[in-house]
């Protein structure tokens, strides 16, 4: 199947379960889902991640410009909070380790909105593993500080929760930096895992639009990498 830039109407509402589909007309009974898949191979992980086209039409995509995704170097700006909330820059889950990986991100403005994805395949039960313990990391992120440049330095909050509404499971963190009091940006990073395969999107964005933008961009990318398991089946 050929990669495809759509948008699912609404969040998946059910647990994405492998082998769970209805008769092809093949003749070939479904994969029987307690047999473990192999991970994808690096040209479908490369394939799941989005594009600047995938990018919602809300966001007006040709705005942006391709970025390095690196971003590690903004923890040096944290002045608390460092050990426990550096994943949100890195871009990182705990090990085990993923055995493929890609990445992309996107920016706009001077203030910087920033749009980032990532895909990572595992070998069997690692996938799950690594997003628990995700979970258990960013529990323990629930304040920062960090300097925004020209002396101006945000008291971040951190809310985490954990849910099944966009795949096996899904770990969404919002944080959101106040200036003076005053709401300066909200950053959103959501983990989803099906199966054996991880998509990680995050946006930060400063605009009354900002959830369901990273909804639908959410959505884009469980899309994207239902496309390349698919592809694997």
Known sequence: MTRRARLLPAFVATTLALGACSDDGSGAPPPDPSVPREPLTQAQVDDAVLTLDDLPASLVPSRFTVTDPDRSAFVDRLQTGAAECAF???????????????????????????????????????????????????????????????GAVAEASVVNRVTDDAGDQTVTTVVEYLVDGTLFLEQTRTVV????????????????????????LVR??????????????
């Open 88 to 150: 949100l820059f890195t871009g990182e889950l705990p090990d085990p380790a993923p055995v493929g990986r890609a990445e992309a991100a996107f920016t706009f403005g001077s203030i910087g909105t920033i749009v980032a994805s990532a895909v990572r395949t595992y070998a069997a039960g690692d996938a799950q593993e690594a997003v628990d313990l995700a979970y258990v990391e960013a529990q323990g992120c629930t304040t920062f500080r960090v300097d925004m440049g020209g």
């Open 193 to 216: 895992r099906l199966g054996g395969d991880v998509a990680i999107v995050e946006l930060v964005l400063f605009e009354p639009t900002a959830d369901r933008v990273h909804d639908e």
């Open 220 to 233: 884009a990318a469980v899309n994207q990498l239902e496309d390349a398991r698919e592809e694997a089946a």
